[in-house]
């Protein structure tokens, strides 16, 4: 390929993973012959007939299934059309999947995909970002690549996990972004990447929000600032000696997410780091998230839910004058 699709990766990831081990199977609704809602499975049923199977639509028992077929020494992976209707599936993975390993010692190594995050139109109900909801429950491992490389490398480290993993790939980065090739190395889960080093701030965010984020860096660089953005890829575990590290460096915090403010990931970052490193800190951490509403429906008004570049760099400039 000249060139390769945050999509295409996941693809070609759940390829390889079925290719090298015998115990992969994809299950989800319409991820056979159709090749699932965003065609992140096309053409897999045909090239791998029996391991790649449609579901009912119940995604309590697609959970279900998997974390059966898991007891039984298989690596399912589990497609969710949209994150938001994971909830239906919400008892299996934090009451079942979730606990499983400390109840009986057995593993539970599945992969639950949930393409999250909001597009332009796409309103309440194919918008949220559960990252944080999953990452409050013991047991289970949360990941939010940000970017190609990412989605290919730890799609397949989820895989070979022996823990439940919930994948959030962002659905406005599957055709958006690319990359020249896929990576033959990669961090490992639960290290941070420092995507963009700096000075004089520090922006510790995820997923599509490192877009965002980078693009307001080189705004602020023409006014002589030099942000330092911190790119979690994992949600949990969270990397807090990477934040803290660069925090002190630059002395200031702010912590961006698409996700809804209250008890989310950036409020537990700046609780790590107001308790293990306060003593860094030149102003008070911030925090810049979505509007606690519903998400909305209407393009313009989606723009305004949501940090963006516009918003992340007004917030810099206002911490950078404490």
């Keep these: 390929m000249s060139s390769i699709t945050y999509l295409e990766a996941i693809r070609e990831a759940q390829a390889h993973a079925l290719r090298d081990d015998p115990r992969v199977f994809i299950y989800g609704q319409d991820v056979g012959a159709f090749g699932g809602a965003f065609k992140a499975t096309k053409n897999l049923a045909k090239e791998f007939p029996g391991r790649v199977l449609d579901s009912p639509i119940s995604e309590d028992a697609m959970v279900g299934l998997a974390v059966g077929a898991a007891i039984e020494g298989m690596r399912p992976i589990i497609e969710m059309q949209f994150a938001d209707f994971s909830t239906v599936g919400f008892n299996q993975i934090v009451n079942q999947a979730s606990t499983l390993f400390w109840r009986t010692k057995v593993s539970c190594p599945i992969t639950v995909r949930l393409p999250f995050g909001g597009t332009s139109g796409s309103g309440p109900f194919h918008s949220q970002c559960l990252e944080a909801i999953y990452a409050h429950y013991p047991g289970l491992v949360v990941l939010t690549p940000a970017t ?42 639960g290290k941070a990447r420092i995507a963009r080093e700096g000075r004089d701030l520090t922006v510790v965010t995820y997923s599509a929000m490192v877009h965002e984020a980078l693009v307001a860096a080189t705004e602020l660089a023409t006014e002589g600032w030099e942000i330092e953005i911190v790119d979690l890829r994992s949600v949990k575990p969270l990397d807090t000696d990477t934040i803290v590290a660069s925090v002190a460096r630059t002395g200031r915090l702010l912590c961006v997410g698409e996700a809804w403010p209250w008890g989310g990931v950036t409020a ?19 925090r810049l998230n979505a509007k606690d509403t519903p998400v909305p429906y209407h393009p313009n008004l989606w723009a305004a839910h949501r940090p963006t570049a516009h918003s992340i760099a007004a917030a810099a400039r206002n911490l950078l004058r404490q």
């Design 268 to 286: 537990e970052v700046i609780a790590r780091v107001t308790s293990e490193g306060y003593g860094l800190l030149d102003a008070p951490p911030q």
């Design 148 to 189: 190609v490389e990412d989605a290919y490398s730890m799609l397949l480290s989820a895989v070979a996990i022996n823990d439940p993993v919930i994948f959030c790939e962002h659905k406005l980065l599957y055709y958006h972004l690319k990359a020249e090739k896929l990576p033959s190395e990669a961090l490992p889960i």
